[in-house]
């Protein structure tokens, strides 16, 4: 049992280890936003897709495309317009012409690829929002009659601008609740923006060399090991009885499924791991709710009127649970 705890808790340290290199081979690009780039990375880690929301300038773009050269995993980018189609991003079947002969063959969309970054998402029309759904909850594209596997990993890590909604499309809950966290990025400190602005001002085309922490692989199998990180019974019971207080309390129209029961508890697995503890403590729980239900609760009109909105609410169940 000693020899069998001991390989335990180095596999344990080794996963924390290389989080940690990950981290700091993003940092040569990003400066600070730590507590996103944490966020990000328990989505990486739990399979799951993320929606970021913040004001314009703030390199979302530039953070997903930095994690992804780092984890080793192709990326793309989809720039959301309302003109947008869905087959611009599943692909189409095109006519290939090989001599006296033709055929239909299938050519790739954006989405696939293993990091897809949706800008603006709320920019594209309901229809072509839906294109989206069956990748994300399914891992495969289908066009025609035919389906298309998405290799694993797949994540879409989705942006939105909070204060330009007009000419927008708002994601339908079904939609949101299918992304497991909504991340939001706050402006960087006074000490960050002046480094950020020194980085990106005196070299054209900043771009260091970054080194891949990670391959595919052993990103799967770490993501197969953040589902072993243990919970005991009673912090499982305090996450699922966050999730239910959603639903009963009276600031709220509706509350989060269980998907989100689930998705609060692979969060926090996640998040003891980056910070390299061996199981789930009640602070995981409490640290990762706001993230993982802000996006899957709806404010009533009195709670509106109050001035209250999705985190306060949150944090309020987190107390009183």
Known sequence: MKIKSMNESKKYEKANEKLADIKEEVGKVIVG????LDQILV?????????LESNPGMGKTKMVSTVSRVV????????????LMPSDITGTHIINEEGDEAEFVFQKGPIFA????????????????????????????????????LEDPFFLMATQNPIEQEGTYPLPEAQRDRFMMKVELDFPESGEEVEIVERFTEELNYDPDLEQVISQPSLIKLQQFTRQVPIADDIREHAVEIVRETREHEDLDYGASPRGSMNLVLAAKAKALIEGRNHVSVSDINAMAQPVLRHRI?????????????????????HQV
């Open 298 to 318: 709806g404010l009533n009109f009195k709670a509106e009127k109050e001035g209250k909105d999705e985190d306060k609410v949150v944090k309020e169940i987190v």
């Open 114 to 149: 293993n990091m897809v970054l949706a800008d603006e998402i709320n920019r594209a029309t309901p229809k072509t929002q839906s294109a989206l759904l069956e990748a994300m909850q399914e891992k495969q594209v289908t066009v025609g009659n035919q389906s298309y596997t």
């Open 43 to 51: 989505a990486i880690l739990c399979d799951g897709n993320i929606l």
């Open 33 to 36: 936003q730590e507590k996103i």
């Open 72 to 83: 080793g995993l192709e990326f793309s980018r989809i720039q959301s317009t309302p003109d």
